[in-house]
């Protein structure tokens, strides 16, 4: 069984087209599945559009950032393998059926971008991950590439940990999973860029920041329980 989980924060616009297209796309390519939305706190539509959509949804009581709904969504995940994306579908979905081949034989996969940004964010993305690898000594290409899939029991060991709220969840799952010993594997993927993306490049890029240095302070200090889980 495959799981997608997607967060999506005032997505009203877009969120019921880009929940067909998914749901098409897993019906298309897999037996039994389940897409999982979390709505972080939306103050719009976003949750009244998808009633009546064959998803599992979760709302959350406030806005509590993309990696909070995350976790909330990847723990009440069901499926042998588990999947999450942006909910405007940045990444070719294609990633979920190639990565469901790799989790045969490691416990994580990561997406690695092949594709246009503009030039101010693609400096930045790439700064980030200098920085961020650095710091915490990680040898995954692309930690912020927003689609990404586990194991179930990869997926339940290190979001059972998960402390960062914002968009650096997407490092601090890598970091985990290097701690607890799961294989990691990396995957190219295709992505579509949107003009209007809700990402606020200079304060979020700052909290980012912030958050890898929370971090390593939180591994430091004993703050995470990892232990040993590969599959071998």
Known sequence: MISLVMPAFNEEKIIKNNVAKALGYLKSNFARYELIIVNDGSTDKTAEVLSDMDISLITLPYNMGKGAALKQGLLSAKGDNIFFTDCDLPYSLDFIKQGQ???????????????GYPALRSVLSAGYNSFARNILMLDVRDLQCGIKGFSKSAAKSICSECTIKGFAMDTEVVFLATQMGFKIAQLDVKVFHRSNSTVKIISDGIEMLADVLKIRNNFEAGGYHTREGATG
């Open 101 to 115: 081949i790799l989790l045969k034989q490691c416990d994580m996969v990561c997406g690695i971008r092949d594709g």
